[in-house]
Each structure stands twice: as structure tokens, then as C-alpha cells.
């Protein structure tokens, strides 16, 4: 049995349309949209909208912590769009959707798939086909072992689309039970697999996440969120904990073989 697995696609279709070649099946653990490349201030919706010299200060102003005068430049520039009479959610969902339409059409048969933090949960029944299966909060076996997905993220102050409260998240985990491979968008709360070596700063994981690693100890616990990682594996107690969410910029899945 053999399958790949992709997380923080931001909006790389083309890369993702081969990311199952050889597969028996593809596991996608969310973000697919592409609000802001960090790499590239030129990338994704904010500087479509708003132009590269507004992404780079919003970018400076973030990686800086300085979220407040973020927030506040953000509101200047969508009062500016609210002005002429067209919503910020609107404008949002339309550019989303043209992401969607090619991410969902390159996704092989079969796709397991969950949402990321940035993703917007209640857009997805538009494009969902039948070779995809959305899971979150629920389990699925493939080749014989179980695999569990929980989506989303935490609240924090960057606001992003798909944040959860803690107590929401941890119902989720605790749906999930005990699994061979436990898929999830963000980390177990451990800081070496949370600091962001480039962002310089800590992204959140989930404590509820790590108990569960250390109580029900699945084979393996993938994740993604965390881009540049300070470190991509770690072992806590007999589970191998796996940063997948490279894939953005490398273009090439996770493998898993049995």
C-alpha cells in the first residue's frame, strides 16, 4: 500500500495535480488557499487585491508582532473596497473559489482530504467530487490501518478563516479515538515542532492534540502548518510525529509505504 500526503498546498495546483502519481491514495491536510505567500509578497489574493507594497508591509508588520498596526492596516485597505459598495466577504469568496475550482479538479480518485486554517469549510460542498472524501473530527481506514483527521486551527491573533476555540478542537480529538495515523492541519503543542525558523515565531499547536498522541499512541501524527519547521520529526513516546507542510514550495508529497 502506498500513499501520499500533501498539507499547505497555497494554491500550488500544478505540482498538485501529480502529487498522487503512483498512489493508492492521497491525503490532503488543508490550506489550500492562498491568502499571502510569505516567500513571495507578489502570490495570492491580499496583493491581487490590495498590490505588492501593502503585502510587504503587511508581511513586515506581522513578522514583527506587531499585529495591531497589521490589523489596522488591513482595515484601511478593506474600508477602501467597502466604499465601493462591494462586501469583503464577496470579494473574498469569489477570489476562493476560482482557487478551489482548480485545486478540487486536481485532487486523484481517491483524496482524503481536511480543512487547513486559512481554508473556508462552507465552500468546499461546491466542489467536492465523488473521489473525495472531507473528514474532520472522523476516522477512515485505507489498506488496512485507520487514519483520524481533525481540520482547522486555533484562535490567534492573526484571525485567519478556520480558527476554532480549544474546547471545539479537543471535542474533535476526542471524536477521533484512538488510530494507526492521526492527520491533523496543525502540530501537538511541542515547541521545536511549533517555532517557525523563517516567521521567527511560534505558530500554536494543540495540547489536547499531544495528549492524545501520549494516551491512545498512534503510529504516526501528521501535520502541516508550520512551514519552516526547526524540526520536521519528533518522537514522543512510540509515535512518530511528521511535518508534511512543505509542500507549497518543494511540490512533492509525504510517502507512506506498507
Known sequence: MRVHVVSDVHGNSRDLAAAGTGADALLCLGDLVLFLDYADHSR????DLFGVENADALVELR??????????????????????????????????????????????????????????????????GPGTTVLDGQRVEIGGRVFGFVGGGLTTPMNTPYEISDEEYAAKVEAVGEVDVLCT?????????CYDTVARRFERGST?????????????????????????RARIGGT???????????????????
Open 240 to 258: 512518530e510525529c511528521i511535518n508534511v507542510g512543505h509542500f507549497n514550495a518543494t511540490g512533492t508529497p509525504y510517502v507512506m509505504e506498507w
Open 44 to 47: 495570492g489574493i491580499f496583493p
Open 208 to 232: 489536547a492534540l499531544l495528549h492524545a498522541i501520549r494516551t491512545t499512541r498512534p503510529r504516526y501524527a501528521l501535520f502541516g502548518h508550520v512551514h519552516q519547521p526547526l524540526a520536521r
Open 63 to 128: 513578522t514583527a508582532r506587531r499585529f495591531e498596526e497589521a490589523r489596522e492596516l488591513g482595515r484601511r485597505l478593506w474600508a477602501g473596497l467597502d466604499r465601493s459598495g462591494v462586501s469583503r466577504e464577496s470579494v473574498i469568496e469569489r477570489a476562493v473559489r476560482k482557487q478551489y475550482a482548480e485545486l478540487f479538479a486536481a485532487f486523484p480518485t481517491p483524496t482524503y482530504a481536511t480543512y487547513g486554517n486559512v481554508d473556508i469549510p462552507h465552500l468546499w460542498p461546491e466542489f467536492t
Open 185 to 193: 492541519h496543525i502540530p501537538p503543542d511541542v515547541p521545536e515542532l
